[in-house]
Nanobody, 125 residues
Framework: QVPLVESGGGVVQAGGSLLLSCATSGRTFSTMDVGWFRQPPGKGREFVSVITRTSELTRYRDSVKGRFTISRDNAKTTVFLQMNSLKPEDTAVYYC??????????????????WGQGTQVTVSS
């Protein structure tokens, strides 16, 4: 088991910023790829961003490129998602997940082995 806890969500006006955190107590965190996904109201879980174990690779969904930045601090076993210039369409529950064995498609939720409970982000227009 890899316990994950997301935090940092909230209500913000369009154009505002939020910093999401995904923390774990797992000692092997530095060996795992970590992804952020979101689930808008009435929709399925969709890829937002991913960062590989040593930060050598980061990827973003097209609609957040240039606005969101993913980073990690392996010493603190935390991954961050800095979200700037937020839009109403960014409203969703945001989840972080870990891919333990670096297997599968990192853009697909099905490739992640453990998930946090999610944090709500609401962007008002």
């Amino acid at each position: 088991q890899v316990p994950l806890v997301e935090s940092g969500g909230g209500v913000v006006q369009a154009g505002g910023s939020l910093l999401l955190s995904c923390a774990t107590s797992g000692r092997t965190f530095s060996t795992m790829d970590v992804g952020w996904f979101r689930q808008p109201p009435g929709k399925g879980r969709e890829f937002v961003s991913v960062i590989t174990r040593t930060s050598e690779l980061t990827r973003y969904r097209d609609s957040v490129k240039g606005r969101f930045t993913i980073s990690r601090d392996n010493a603190k076993t935390t991954v961050f998602l800095q979200m700037n210039s937020l839009k109403p369409e960014d409203t969703a529950v945001y989840y972080c997940g870990v891919n333990v064995n670096r297997s599968g498609n990192l853009f697909s939720a099905g490739s992640y082995d453990y998930w946090g409970q999610g944090t709500q982000v609401t962007v008002s227009s």
